[in-house]
């Protein structure tokens, strides 16, 4: 019981960071992640509805749309997807009045909230999938989509999907500033660095942050 606590809590720790990481990437003003991209830009049309709020009432779509897809394949400890996604959504919102404050005005200041940003956002990732526990909604959605994908093109791996959903949010996002706003807004050259860049992050982590074996290795105990 001990050991599994441990790493539900590491599980959580990682979103928490990541929540830090997103926000501190938003404060760069060069555009958002591609997973928060649709949530900021209706968080920037509808006022009353907090940045947090939006990519919570997000999240939940995307665990509907998991259930949908996979229907009694969808494992009951993925229900447990909600409730991280209520602590991340919370968190975003902590962030963001943490950062308040924080109004990056030239260039190089910006680039460099925005890789700061990124690196965050890795070191929350790779806490997140370490313990190897649940899957928050944006991967768990991916897994699904790419496991009906399969059924009929084995050929199409998850990573495949994944890039193909990225770039459909980032798509939709874009549209959605137009029609709001007439221009980008909230969608800029970050969103694509951010997606770009993220991964090399992680690989980064993954190789220098010795902790991280010690979070895998926890699945092997028995508790």
Known sequence: ????????????LGIIINSFGIAFITKSNL??????????????EY???????TTFIFNIIFILIEIVLL??????????QIVANIIFSFFIDVSMN?????????????????FIGCFILAIGISIEV??????????????????????????IKFGTVKIYFDITLIVIA??????????????????????????KCINIVNKYF??????????????
């Open 1 to 12: 019981m001990k050991v599994i606590s441990l790493r539900y809590f590491y599980f959580f």
């Open 31 to 44: 555009g958002t992640s591609q997973i928060s991209s649709i949530p900021y830009i209706f968080s920037l």
């Open 47 to 53: 006022t009353d509805f907090s940045f947090g709020l």
């Open 71 to 80: 229907r009694r394949d969808f494992e009951p400890i993925q229900f447990l």
């Open 98 to 114: 943490l950062l308040s404050a924080f109004e990056p005005e030239t260039i190089i200041v910006k680039l460099i909230s925005l």
């Open 130 to 155: 370490a313990p190897n526990v649940i899957v928050v909604p944006g991967e768990g959605v991916v897994r699904a989509l790419a496991l009906v994908i399969a059924l009929k093109k084995p050929q």
């Open 174 to 199: 874009c549209i959605l500033s137009f029609i709001f706003f007439g221009e980008l807004n909230g969608i800029g050259i970050g969103t694509i660095i951010s997606a770009l860049f993220v991964g």
């Open 210 to 223: 010795k902790f991280l074996t010690h979070i895998r290795n926890l699945q092997y105990i028995k508790s």
